[in-house]
């Protein structure tokens, strides 16, 4: 049985003033994040996630991982069930949460769906998925203007009630987003007001993946932390203090959100 303590999550229902930024002229601004109402997931015992996040066939640098980016409780507050069609966009040639979703689905009589090119098909039918999952790629689809289009085409491939689910870097409000993205960092509600104006609903936010650590001021941007640890770049090298420092930050500051497809008026 899996210990169902963790870290407090921070759910809520956005509703706050206007703020400027580019890119999203009317976007709310967002509550400090202490203000949040504090909810945490409801978490059920499901033996079929915990053995695909504990799995041995998992690589060993994934699972290395897991203290970072808190697979079970993440899954569980995105709403993962047994039997549900799941599609992941641009999983990468790693394929973190391929290596647990593919098995997870193959267990459950689900269906899991990597998707690297959603404006040319999402591999499901129009209003047959249950969930998108879309881990640290808003700050590229921000700076080449595929945002938009992107989550037209999730909102169309999820049924309603469907659930699109997000992980990200998280960059400092009131930033502007051309500004924090080629350091692989987005405000978070920069991603809601993406999100909300292609016609999903905001239901929940969590900081389960928050780090406070991280401070996003980094000589090679998001990169510079783990996993990737870039060290040198352009005639720039790190020296093994600042290495080590860096080290000690562990992975990025993150968003967790949770969207929905609104389900049809009656």
């Not at 509703?15 to 945490?40: I, K, T, Y």
């Not at 033996?47 to 993440?74: C, I, K, M, Q, S």
């Not at 692989?184 to 929940?204: D, K, M, N, Q, T």
Request: aromatic content about 8%; hydrophobic content about 40%; charged content about 25%.
């Amino acid at each position: 049985m899996r210990p169902l303590a963790f870290s407090a999550v921070a759910a809520c229902l956005l509703a706050s003033p206007a703020f400027a930024q580019s890119g999203a002229p009317d976007a709310p601004r967002l509550p400090h994040r202490q203000g949040l109402s504090m909810e945490m997931p409801s978490f059920s015992e499901d033996a079929a996630l915990e053995t695909a996040v504990a799995a041995a066939t998992r690589p060993e640098a994934d699972r290395a991982r897991d203290g970072d980016r808190h697979p079970f409780e993440t899954l569980t507050f995105w709403g993962l069930q047994p039997g549900l069609t799941v599609v992941e966009i641009e999983p990468g040639r790693a394929g973190w949460w391929r290596n647990i979703l593919e098995p997870y689905a193959a267990a459950t009589g689900g269906r899991y769906v990597p998707v690297n090119r959603p404006t040319e098909g999402m591999g499901v039918a129009d209003g047959t998925a249950d969930m998108v999952v879309v881990a640290r790629a808003f700050h590229n689809w921000s700076r080449d203007g595929r945002a938009e289009p992107y989550l037209a085409a999730f909102f169309t491939a999820l049924k309603p009630g469907g659930v699109l689910a997000v992980e990200q870097h998280r960059a400092a409000e009131g930033l502007n987003v051309t500004e924090t993205a080629p350091n692989g960092y987005v405000p978070e509600s920069w991603v809601i007001h993406a999100a909300r104006r292609a016609g999903f609903e905001l239901e929940a936010r969590s900081e389960l993946n928050a780090n406070p650590r991280d401070d996003r001021d980094h000589p090679f941007g998001v990169w510079t932390l783990k996993p990737t640890r870039t060290s040198e770049r352009d005639g720039r090298a790190l020296t093994p203090d600042e290495r080590a420092a860096l080290d000690a930050i562990g992975e990025s500051d993150r968003m967790t959100l949770r969207f929905r497809k609104p389900y049809a008026a009656d």
